[in-house]
T-cell receptor
Framework: GNSVTQMEGPVTLSEEAFLTINCTYT??????LFWYVQYPGEGLQLLLK?????DKGSNKGFEATYRKETTSFHLEKGSVQVSDSAVYFC????????????FGKGTMLLVSP | DARVTQTPRHKVTEMGQEVTMRCQPI?????VFWYRQTMMQGLELLAY????????DSGMPKDRFSAEMPDATLATLKIQPSEPRDSAVYFC?????????????FGSGTQLSVL
């Protein structure tokens, strides 16, 4: 089946530190890959996506590159802010036909001033 | 701003009571999802509808849970009878789906506590 594995949190960083949140996947077909973010008390929001191998998704200073050879889609940001504190979810969706998102369990990021 | 609206935001109830959660998807979206979020299991897909027709509810305990879309502007998730293990945050999400692209818009969730 399809599955997404994320590093366990919480990830605690100081402001302006470099962020990496690891994500690997297994898929029965060819997936698109996503990062969603959940701020406290809110629903998830799409942060970025990549639809094919070697694509790089980027938004709000976050980046992730679709690596088919390592089945990974790690999230990175060069300099985190306190406002980036949230839970980050990696997800995949097969490109064939109608299919639903498969989410990882989420990684909490805590950024201190 | 178009958004998915969920009510109630919080619900505290006693074991055995019926719980109804409501969702108003974004106007024009043709797909509605119900997710449950817990610390242990993360996000679980309970059910989803496309053009108001249920496509998959395999993630939902059938004996106590039911999901419906009486019309295009309302989706409901009912639990009867509720149990303490149902305590979780329930999210509704909507999307305008086609085969090539699907971006989900989530509501703020209903936090359910069953005592």
């Amino acid at each position: 089946g399809n599955s997404v594995t994320q590093m366990e949190g919480p990830v605690t960083l100081s402001e302006e530190a470099f962020l990496t949140i690891n994500c690997t996947y297994t898929a029965t077909g060819y997936p698109s890959l996503f990062w969603y973010v959940q701020y406290p008390g809110e629903g998830l929001q799409l942060l970025l996506k990549a639809t094919k191998a070697d694509d790089k998704g980027s938004n709000k200073g976050f980046e992730a590159t679709y690596r088919k050879e390592t089945t990974s889609f790690h999230l990175e940001k060069g300099s985190v802010q306190v406002s980036d504190s949230a839970v980050y979810f990696c997800a995949l969706r097969l490109n064939s036909g109608y299919s639903t998102l498969t989410f990882g369990k989420g990684t909490m990021l805590l950024v201190s001033p | 701003d178009a958004r998915v609206t969920q009510t109630p935001r919080h619900k505290v109830t006693e074991m055995g009571q019926e719980v109804t959660m409501r969702c108003q998807p974004i106007l024009g979206h043709n797909t509605v999802f119900w997710y449950r979020q817990t610390m242990m299991q993360g996000l679980e897909l309970l059910a989803y509808f496309r053009n108001r027709a249920p496509l998959d509810d395999s993630g939902m305990p059938k004996d106590r849970f039911s999901a419906e879309m009486p019309d295009a502007t309302l989706a409901t998730l009912k639990i009867q009878p509720s149990e303490p293990r149902d305590s979780a945050v329930y999210f509704c999400a909507s999307a305008l789906s086609d085969r090539s692209n699907e971006k989900l818009f989530f509501g703020s969730g209903t936090q359910l506590s069953v005592l």
